[in-house]
């Protein structure tokens, strides 16, 4: 299973960027996918999720705000990030599990400051 993250990058705060996490090596449609993200000095922490039938979860701190959705004729699963704060900022690893096994994206930098 391989996990390739992008779309990262320093933006103001009140900005948007739109990650996107491409995988391969897995029956992409049945897996639920997921965002998470390590803010400097802090532990990783979960973001959001997607299942398979398309429910979603997030963390309290980015409802309203972020939005998770996927495309499975793509193999994509984006994180749409708006109305970003100086606190979002964090490098975002997208992850799945496959065969009771956590496969993990390298990450991509998020960087919200003025």
């Known amino acids: 299973v391989q996990l390739q993250a992008s779309g990262g990058g320093s933006v103001q705060p009140g900005g948007s960027l739109r990650l996107s996490c491409a995988a391969a090596g897995l029956n992409f449609r049945l897996h639920t996918m997921g965002w998470y993200r390590r803010a400097p000095g802090k532990q990783r922490e979960f973001v959001a999720n997607i299942t398979s039938g398309r429910s979603t979860n997030y963390v309290d701190s980015v409802k309203g705000r972020f939005t998770i959705s996927r495309d499975n004729a793509k193999r994509t699963v984006d994180l749409q990030m708006d109305s970003l704060k100086p606190e979002d900022t964090a490098v975002y690893y997208c992850?799945?599990?496959?065969?009771?096994?956590?496969?993990w994206g390298r990450g991509t930098l998020v960087t919200v400051s003025s």
């Open positions: 992850k799945t599990v496959y065969k009771d096994r956590d496969f």
